[in-house]
Structures are given as C-alpha cells and as structure tokens.
C-alpha cells in the first residue's frame, strides 16, 4: 500500500506565469508526483500550488519547487494583500494515505533541513512538526512579515530552525511543516434564507457564536463540531442557501459526522438538509469510513467492495445531488493512480483467461494463484455478507460484518499480488536485458538479477501467507455461516490450499536461483511449513462441510 503525502508550498508570485511555470515544471520533473492544482492570485500576488506523491518524490519536488522559487522571485520588489515572508512563503505537507501524522512531520524536518542547509534561506517548522507550542501558528512565525523579518531573525527566540539566522534580503525566509488535509465541503438546504443558514452555521461551526449571558456579558457559545469552520449563504446558481463548511481536520470530525450534525441542527429549525457539494479533493479513506458509518446505521454489513462503500457514501451524502459525483476526479488517490487499462486484475474474466493462455510467459502460475486465494476468501466473504443479512439473525450482523470486513481486506492484497507477480517477473527480465560488456556491467547486471530474482520469490510467499490468513474466516463460515452456503465455504477452502501450493512451486523455482544460501533456506523453510499447514486446515474445513451436505 502506498504512502501519499500532499504538499501545497504557497510562492510570492500571482502575475507571471512564466515565473510561475518554471516553478511548477521542476515539480512535475520528479517522477512518481502528480501536479493536481494551480491557483495563482493576481491581487495576493501569490499562488498556490497542490501536488501529491510518495512522500520521497514529494520531498524532492519541493525541494526544487523552492530553489526555482529562490532563484526567480526578488522578495525586495514583492507587494500583494496576502501576509508573506518569503519566496516560498509556506510549504505544507499534509498526510493522504497509509501514513502518520508523525511520519509526515518527520519529512517536513527532512525538508526543512535541505532548504536551510543547501539553499542557506532560514527555515521554520509549524504545526506538527514544531516542538515548541509558541512557534506553531503560522500566523506567529510569520508576524512583521518580510519587512521586518531581517530585525526578528536577529532575536534569539526567533532563531530559524534549520539555516543561519542570517537575513535572506532576496529569498526571505520559509516555514515548513505538516498539518492535517482540509475538506472544503458544502451542505445544501431546502431554503433561499442567507440568514437561516449562517444561524445552522452557526449551531455547528467550532467557534460558535457570541451571546450575552445572564448578567448581559458578551460571551463565545461554542458549537458542536470541532475542527470546523462554517458560514451560510446563498448560491444563485443553485437557487438554495448552503452551509460552506473547512473541515481542517477531519480525524477530528469527518465528513460524514459534520454532514449528519447539520441535518440534526436544521431539522431543529424547520430547515432540511437535501444533499451535499464537494469542493476540491478527498482522501478515499474519508469517503470508505463514511460509507462504514452509513452502512452501520442500516445495521448491514460493511464488509463489501471499496466501490460500494464509496457508491453508499455518495447516496447518503447527496454528493450528487447538484452535479455528477466521479471518485476517478474527486478522491486524490484515484487522480493519482489513473489505473491502467492493461493492468490484469481491468482484464474480463475472458481477457484474463485468453491472456494466460497466450504464449505470453505472464501472467504464469505465480499471478494465478495469487488469483484462486482471492477467490476463496471472496466465497467466504460471500457467505459472511449472506449471514449478516439472513432474516431472524439480526442480531449476529455485527459478528459477520466484522468476518467480512477482514475478508474484503484479503481479497484486495491478493488482487494487487497477481498484477505484482507478474511485475516482479518482468522485473527479472528487464535485469537479464542489462549489458555486460565490461566487468563493471557484469557485476551490476549480477546483482540486479539476484535482487530480482529476490523479490520474484518474496511476491509468492506474500501470496502463500495471505492466502493462508484466510482459514480461519473461511473455516468459521463453514462452521457459524449460512448453512445454505456452506459448499461455497468448501469451495473456498480449495481455493485458498490450491493458492497456497501454487504459490509454494513459485517459491521454490524461483529460489533456486538465489545465491544468498541464508535467505534461501529461510524463505523455504516459511513456505514449507505454510504449504504443510494449508494441507491440514483444508481438510478440517472439507470435513465440516461434508459432515453437513
């Protein structure tokens, strides 16, 4: 699974685009990093700027996205509205997906130190990679400005956190960190009232509103949603009044918490809510976990594919109430993934077969059995989701949502090894194409068939253990599912076992190979014990099912 971060580095110019262009093209020159947004300001004279990646090709492309910046922009001819202190005023990363608000801060320090070392312009961490409480503001660092920031970095409390405390008069300075992904999200009422709809704002937004208590003080009344920022007005487009809601941190509060807070507070004052507008991008697991959410409130099952609980999300959210909601455009990691057409889990069935019976050497034996476990924990989970369901077992939904779920889960990381399978052979065939026409060339063109080689036998030992984790949902099926689909569970079993041992003949033809005696036998010794224990758990399973058909 792959770690995504989000980086949107804010540069001091909104006129020229040429300027601007250059900036973003050393950003689009790093392989593995998807340009997503470009907004420049002609009044801020200022641009923002959205990419995301892995988080150490984001690392490098704004690296260079800030050297550009140093190079191009002249902060002693800079003027705009917008606060500044720099070149590259201010570079967030922010975390997207399989990855921590920790690990991220931890790549924004990574960075802080390049730009201050190499670049020698003054760096200060913000947010969650800033330690000390009085310098994580933005808005605190960033006082006094570019204008006065050549007296400020003088100060020993504002010492930069990586660079010298030398003023940079053409660059300025950068502030540097990692914040949380902020949703602009939209809510759409059944009024035209501006008024109705900054007061539904206001019962929600974190910071309330102002009221005067008893003794006639003016006091703050909170709201009841933290880590949002709302207001109400009216969008003539639409004819409807909406609640324009930042979610800046939706850990916190989450999408579909926010949508259902403000249903509950307009349904208080005689207003509905009728759907829902996205503003921007999302991360999927806001939309997967808000699927969940919707799923568990019906009391079903949650263990069901990623496009369902992304198709259950949209209809209860009314995400598509005002215009057609495509997940290809709206959620970053699809933007940036722009799966391929080519790839063999896209193929029909009748493409699939056709391909393997090609004279094409992939996909082989490897990607098929990474194939046959994928569907034998999808019977399980079929039979998971039927008892979940099964009328006058409701109160067992739980229990079989939560065997599903696990399943669903399997299912997708077996999916991914029969395209990874075939990968890791290529990869084997690309070193073998290397030269080898001096010693230098043998030597490299050797180690890179090894470390191949390596990773073609990691892929079906992935596949055996995977595929292994199924047992015991699939035995549990046979033995607590629906009783009417226990061949299903049998036929699952067989599945899983003829995975497993079809992945065990990868293991070993392609370890015979290795060189490194140490890791070969181990990784042989796993596989051996994983064939041998599949062997017996398949026909505990094949007895359960008999015993009963």
């Not at 405390?165 to 540097?176: D, L, R």
């Not at 009024?191 to 900054?198: C, G, I, K, L």
């Not at 391929?340 to 050497?361: C, G, H, I, M, R």
Request: some cysteine; hydrophobic content about 40%; aromatic content about 6%.
């Amino acid at each position: 699974m792959k770690q995504l971060i989000e980086c949107v580095p804010n540069f001091s110019e909104g006129s020229d685009m040429s300027i601007i262009k250059q900036i973003t093209n050393e950003i689009e020159s790093v392989e593995g990093v998807r340009l997503l947004d470009v907004d420049p300001g002609k009044a801020t004279n200022r641009t923002v700027v959205t990419f995301v990646g892995e988080p150490i090709s984001v690392i490098e492309a704004a690296f260079r996205a800030i050297k550009k910046a140093a190079e191009l922009i002249d902060m002693r001819k800079h003027t705009g509205e917008h606060p500044r202190m720099g070149a590259t005023d201010v570079c967030p990363l922010i975390p997207v997906a399989n990855i921590s608000m920790e690990e991220t801060a931890e790549w924004a320090k990574k960075l802080g130190e390049r730009v201050g070392n190499e670049l020698e312009i003054p760096v200060y961490l913000y947010e969650d990679a800033q330690k000390n409480p009085e310098r994580k503001n933005l808005s605190i660092i960033r006082a006094g400005e570019y204008e006065g920031f050549s007296k400020k970095i003088l100060l020993s409390e504002w010492a930069p956190d990586f660079g010298k405390a030398i003023f940079n008069a053409k660059s300025g300075a950068t502030v540097i960190g990692a914040r949380d992904f902020l949703v602009a999200y939209n809510i759409n009422l059944n009024t035209t009232s501006t008024r109705r709809a900054n007061a539904i704002a206001f019962d929600v937004r974190e910071s309330g509103r102002k009221i005067q208590n008893e003794k006639g003080e003016e006091i703050v009344q909170p709201g009841t949603l933290k880590s949002v920022k709302a207001i109400g007005w009216f969008i003539e487009e639409y004819g409807v009044a909406q609640i324009s809601m930042n979610l800046t941190n939706v850990n916190i509060t989450p999408i579909h918490i926010a949508f259902d807070e403000v249903c509950k507070k307009a349904n208080e004052r005689g207003v509905r809510v009728t759907g829902s507008e996205l503003v921007g991008l999302i991360p999927l697991k806001s939309l997967l976990d808000a699927g969940r959410y919707f799923l568990e409130k019906q009391q079903r099952s949650v263990g069901v594919s990623e496009k369902e609980l992304i198709h259950i999300a949209v209809k209860s959210l009314g995400l598509d109430e005002l215009s057609e909601f495509i997940p290809k455009k709206k959620i970053i990691e699809y933007l940036l993934n722009e799966e391929k057409q080519d790839k063999l889990v896209n193929l029909t069935l009748q493409e699939f077969a056709n391909e393997t019976a090609s004279e094409s050497p992939a996909p082989g034996g490897g990607s098929i059995a990474a194939y046959m476990g994928s569907l034998g924990i999808s019977l399980a989970t079929m039979v998971a989701n039927l008892s979940a369901h099964k009328k006058g077992w409701d109160k067992r939904w739980k229990e079989f949502s939560a065997w599903a779920e696990k399943g669903q889960k399997i299912k997708d990381e077996l999916l991914y090894l029969v395209d990874e399978d075939t990968n890791a052979f290529n990869k084997i065939m690309e070193a073998f194409s290397l030269p080898k026409s001096s010693e230098q060339e043998v030597k490299f063109r050797t180690e890179a068939i090894q470390n191949a080689t390596k990773y073609a036998t990691e892929v079906p030992l992935k596949t055996m253990i995977l595929a292994y984790s199924s047992f015991p949902i699939i035995k549990a099926m046979a033995e607590i599912g629906n009783p009417n689909s226990i061949s299903d569970a049998g036929v699952g079993a067989l599945c899983a076992r003829s995975a497993i041992i079809g992945a065990y003949m990868n293991v070993r033809i392609n370890a015979a190979e290795l060189k490194d005696e140490a890791f070969k036998k181990e990784i042989l010794a796993k596989a051996e014990k994983i064939k041998n224990d599949a062997i017996k758990e398949e026909e505990a399973i094949l007895k359960i099912v008999y015993a009963v058909i």
